[in-house]
């Protein structure tokens, strides 16, 4: 079998298997540990199946308690198993609702407990965001953004969505900026075929949030934004700002 065939049978059959161990957890209280042990069990079976290496670097940054968010670039699907396998928190990804038309990907981040939002319906958005935020101090989560809301096209950073902010500022959590790299080249948007590598997670220090107001989601935005073109090789930007 070529690699491409190991990969999209072991997604299919690790998204069977530990979505159905995360149902399972979810319905009998099973608890964190064991969403996280779901979690990072299909992560890392994806990831050895296409023959990617992850390497974090900026542990130090992790707040102690696990309550923080993450906001990262995008480059491609595998940004999201990279930060799940590389990451020693229970992290769960806000991402769009688009996902969800991606049987796999959609069973397996609905059943572990991601969080998916309709970026079309303001109001409905808002009041997921501020149910995930309240089970993020509940369960001691990290919650994971993508301020560019899609994945980039050329692995350059795309424009960023202030309201990709709103958690951060209502929940005051730490704020970490992180910068992922490699996944475009392993499997870019609109790929098949998937090639074995590496990627590479810098996480900055947390922006703190103390007493920040909602007018400030403009400066919150453009010092994310700055701290995750420093971490990315070349800052390589595509010369957006806000959404």
């Known amino acids: 079998m070529t690699r491409t065939a190991i990969f999209y049978v072991t997604l299919v059959l690790s998204t069977i298997f530990f979505g159905a161990l995360a149902a399972t957890v979810s319905l009998v209280g099973g608890g964190r540990v064991w969403m996280d042990r779901a979690n990072r069990g299909w992560a ?10 992850v390497t974090v670097h900026g542990l130090e940054h992790l707040h102690p308690s696990g309550v ?5 670039n995008h480059q491609s699907y595998f940004d999201i198993w990279a ?20 049987p796999m990907l959609s069973v397996g981040m609905r059943s572990a407990g991601h969080v998916l939002i309709d970026r079309d319906q303001p109001r409905s958005a808002r009041k997921t965001l501020r149910e995930a935020g309240g089970r993020m101090r509940a369960e001691q989560l990290t919650l994971v953004l993508f301020p560019e809301g899609t994945r980039s096209r050329d692995g350059r950073l795309g424009r960023f969505r202030r309201g990709a902010f709103a958690l951060a500022l209502e929940t005051e959590a730490p704020l970490v900026p992180a910068a992922v790299d490699g996944g475009q080249r392993i499997y870019p948007p609109g790929a098949k075929r998937v090639r074995r590598g590496a990627i590479t997670v810098r996480l900055g220090p947390a922006i703190r949030l103390d007493g920040a107001e909602p007018a400030d989601r ?9 701290a995750i073109e420093a971490m990315l090789p070349g800052g390589r930007s595509g010369g957006g700002g806000s959404g």
């Open 44 to 53: 890392r079976s994806v990831l050895s199946a296409a023959g990617v290496r």
């Open 83 to 102: 930060l799940i396998a590389g990451l020693p928190a229970s992290v769960r990804f806000i991402a769009k609702r688009e996902l969800g038309n991606i």
């Open 68 to 72: 923080q968010v993450i906001a990262a």
């Open 218 to 226: 403009r400066t919150l935005m453009r010092k994310t934004r700055a």
